[in-house]
């Protein structure tokens, strides 16, 4: 089998990467170990969480929320096996839709590991055994990544789980103990604090979400505490035991002070996540990984002229998005095309609620930089649509170079974050000031009115509302 293109990986970054080759007219074909397409963004990832996220929220509204707008119901329960099939449905549906995207771009589909047996042949190893061979004038990487254990505490896949687990419990967590205060630790976090599990967050740094702005850390360690969430910041965790019937977990404060013991009766270890590169072969034709990452060049490329990587396995932010940029960008060099990816306005979210999104420049790092700038910010207490909704936590934060005016990051935590961000995104691409989107008319009542009350407050310190 001749192929123009085989990518090897069918999460966002490959199945997106497999659809740009085909409809730019490249012989294509997908290899994926797994028995459903989509990787781990559409199977035990993005799609499954947030389909939980909005469940559990969806209760929170009923049991907290719906009497005060005067929605009288009998106080709701939590039917969990109902919840967990809800979310498979999602998926599935999900899953079959990237199946159908591949049959309608003529785009063939591998199922087994594929690894290299040299940079034009690729292996393709099924379940039962049976090994296919496959030709090609391109290869593209896309195997995504795996979460990473604690050194000292492995997966047992029973109460010291990874987010794969977490997603498939069989039972309501008593006491759900979180390892690392990240996007995936405060999303399933709040999840199960939601529909009534007790949980504490472990985080060694000294901000939830510490690769956000600093502000969006400490205004959702603010919320998580109020929705009854623990937080410990500043503390290292030093050992994991499960004893059977519950896990304990040690923590030591970083700067010194009382140690900590938990117990609970599962543990979820999100610290991040690692390159997935197992089986590939990358010795076959002379790759190899650094930190667990391939490296590439500036085009993707990795030291075998013909061979791409994207997504996890490369350098920078670990996101399905970031991925299909990535996979777009490589198919339409592939046909000669000029495409760009501008890694700086790739956007961040956390599906909490309030939501938290972000883009640009962060405060800390124009600090590092010494760049001069300022900043301007709105709270949704202040805004009308947000009150009319009863979501007002958070803020926008919008900072801007001193001298031009020139819009360096937006931030934001509150309800609708992780849609408005793309108006942050889009007036950065376009550079706009903070001045340019303040003279925009926004719609009234909305969440995107802080948004613009914050690039005033930029400006010129001129919000309207506060």
């Not at 896949?157 to 996007?183: D, M, N, Q, W, Y």
């Not at 031009?404 to 992780?418: C, K, P, Q, S, Y």
Request: overall charge neutral.
């Amino acid at each position: 089998m001749q192929y123009n293109v085989i990518v090897i990986g069918s999460g966002p970054g490959g199945y997106v990467a497999a659809i740009r080759c085909a409809q730019l007219g490249f012989k294509t074909a997908i290899v994926e170990k797994y028995d459903t397409l989509g990787g781990t963004c559409l199977n035990v990832g993005c799609i499954p969480s947030k389909a939980l996220l909005d469940s559990s929220e969806h209760f929170t509204n009923a049991k907290e929320h719906f009497a005060e707008h005067g929605i009288d119901i009998p106080a709701p329960k939590v039917n969990f096996t109902q919840m967990i099939k809800r979310k498979g449905d999602v998926v599935k549906s999900n899953v079959d839709g990237i199946a159908y995207l591949m049959k309608k771009n003529k785009i063939d589909v591998h199922k087994g590991v594929g690894s290299f047996v040299d940079k034009n042949t690729i292996k393709v190893t099924s379940k039962d055994g049976k090994e296919t061979t496959l030709t090609t004038e391109k290869v593209i990487i896309a195997t995504g990544s795996k979460p990473t254990p604690l050194p000292f505490a492995a997966f047992d896949k029973k109460r010291i789980i990874s987010s794969t687990e977490a997603l498939e419990l069989k039972e309501v967590p008593k006491h759900l103990i979180v390892i690392g205060g990240g996007v995936i630790g405060m999303e399933l976090g709040s999840v199960y604090a939601r529909i009534g599990s007790k949980v504490t967050v472990v985080e060694f740094l000294d901000s939830l979400i510490p690769t956000m702005d600093g502000t969006m850390g400490k205004e959702l360690a603010r919320v998580a505490k109020k929705q009854g969430i623990e937080v410990y910041l500043g503390h290292k965790v030093t050992a994991v035991e499960n004893t059977g019937s519950e896990v304990v977990v040690k923590a030591e404060p970083k700067n010194g002070g009382t140690a900590l013991e938990l117990k609970g009766d599962y543990c979820l270890v999100s610290i991040g996540r690692r390159p997935y590169t197992d089986g590939l072969g990358l010795d076959k034709i002379g790759i190899q990984t650094e930190k667990g990452q391939i490296p590439v060049d500036d085009h993707l490329k990795t030291k075998v002229d013909n061979v791409y990587a994207i997504g996890d396995v490369v350098r920078g932010a670990m996101l399905a998005h970031k991925a299909e940029e990535e996979g777009v960008y490589v198919a339409e060099q592939l046909a000669g095309q000029k495409p760009h990816v501008n890694y700086l306005l790739i956007p961040g979210v956390v599906y909490t609620w309030p939501e938290v999104a972000s883009v640009g420049y962060t405060e800390e790092q124009l600090k590092q930089s010494g760049r001069a700038y300022k900043t301007g910010s709105f709270p949704y207490k202040a805004l009308g649509r947000a009150r009319a909704s009863m979501d007002t936590d958070g803020l926008v934060k919008v900072l801007a170079d001193k001298q031009t005016d020139e819009i360096l990051g937006v931030h934001i935590i509150g309800a609708r974050a992780a849609d408005m961000i793309a108006a942050g995104v889009t007036a950065m691409e376009f550079r706009a000031s903070a001045e340019d989107v303040a003279r925009m008319s926004h719609a009234h009542p909305t969440y995107m009115e802080a948004v613009k009350e914050a690039c005033l407050a930029a400006s010129d310190n001129r919000a309207i509302h506060i």
